[in-house]
């Protein structure tokens, strides 16, 4: 088959890169498929027609700066009907590129409980509610017209459908445990001014989550395989 493009826009820590390599290794380990990297940031993304799906991942930056290379990316998402999975930065992406808004936001960092409210393969097996790792300070505040809610908090729309093969989700099935804990501590500063105790309170909710897992199987099954 051909292989799932992993588009690059963030990094995590080097701390973080030196043990578990960069998000693109993340999603490789957890997809279980073919994967080739592009960095959205340096290059244009390349032809579509070479890969069978598409992942998008997070990023320190703002879809609301709206970069020449954001506003690139989003053309790009807009130009395939390929399988395409978003993922905080990506879910935000995907929604600026179907014309939605994205805005600052109260910030949601540590394991969140998150409220399925539309059935959806993506969540096949998980149940009405699901623990998931969030690490964001931007949110959808506008939904793309056409676009369905899958998921939400009280603070942030959690995930959405643009058709039948694309999906954004807010939150990261990519993280383990010590990825946040690394975030934490290099933003609690900014954390606490925004939401006082947010940082501890955090801290206290990691924990593994098999069904952050089970997302990324689901997508590879029912979006990618199918």
């Not at 080097?14 to 998000?23: F, H, K, V």
Request: hydrophobic content about 45%; overall charge negative; some cysteine.
């Amino acid at each position: 088959m051909k292989p799932v493009l992993l588009v690059v826009c963030g990094d995590p820590s080097d701390a973080i890169r030196a043990e578990l390599g960069g998000y693109d290794a993340m999603f490789a380990r957890a997809l279980d498929l073919p994967t080739e990297t592009a960095d959205a940031r340096v290059a244009p993304l390349p032809d579509p027609s070479n890969y069978s799906a598409v992942v998008v991942s997070g990023s320190s930056s703002g879809v609301h700066e709206e970069a020449p290379w954001m506003r690139e990316a989003a053309r790009w998402l807009r130009s395939h009907d390929l399988p395409t999975l978003g993922v905080c930065f990506g879910h935000q992406l995907l929604a600026y590129a179907w014309g939605g808004v994205v805005r600052p936001a109260v910030p949601e960092y540590g394991v969140v409980e998150v409220e399925i409210v539309q059935d959806d393969p993506l969540f096949d097996g998980l149940g009405p509610r699901l623990s998931a790792f969030e690490a964001h300070f931007d949110a959808v505040v506008q939904v793309p017209e056409g676009a369905r809610v899958l998921a939400r908090t009280d603070r942030a729309v959690q995930a959405l459908a643009f058709g039948p093969k694309v999906r954004g989700v807010q939150f990261h099935p990519e993280f383990a445990p010590v990825v946040l804990s690394d975030a934490l501590e290099r933003r609690e500063l900014a954390l606490d001014a925004l939401d006082p105790g947010l940082t501890e309170r955090a801290r206290g909710s990691l924990r593994e989550l098999p069904g952050m897992r089970r997302v990324l199987e689901n997508f590879r099954e029912f979006f990618v395989l199918s």
